[in-house]
């Protein structure tokens, strides 16, 4: 089983930019898809990127196209989320998860694995 530990968040001003790691403790990690969610207060946890095993592919939630980027270093076992344009909106807990499957889901339940989270927070 694999696990994930995320890494990177911090305090930002707004404008500011961020980069979160995501460390798997696996080899498997290499076969599968890795996506990015977040969960602000009071809200639902929300997907906001995904990429494929190889990092060939890759898809975002609209509100962070072209902020944010997503990619892998399958010889690291880590993916990474650059978040650039940084608003108070982004603020949020972010999580990194495993799909022991096929690309192009974006939803929780989808997934199998699951870090435990980094706190990104965006100011005024």
């Known amino acids: 089983q694999v696990q994930l530990v995320e890494s990177g968040g911090g305090l930002v001003q707004a404008g500011g930019s961020l980069r979160l790691f995501c460390a798997a403790s696996e080899s498997t990690f290499r076969t599968y898809t890795m996506g990015w969610f977040r969960q602000a207060p009071g809200k639902e946890r929300e997907f906001v990127a995904a990429i494929s095993w190889s990092g060939g592919r890759s898809y975002y939630a609209d509100f962070v196209k072209g902020r944010f980027t997503i990619s892998r270093d399958n010889a690291k076992n880590t993916v990474y989320l650059q978040m650039n344009s940084l608003k108070p909106e982004d603020t949020a807990v972010y999580y990194c998860?495993?799909?022991?499957?096929?690309?192009?889901?974006?939803?929780?339940?989808?997934?199998?694995?699951w870090g435990q989270g980094t706190q990104v927070t965006v100011s005024l």
């Open positions: 998860a495993a799909r022991d499957g096929s690309f192009g889901y974006k939803r929780e339940n989808e997934y199998d694995y």
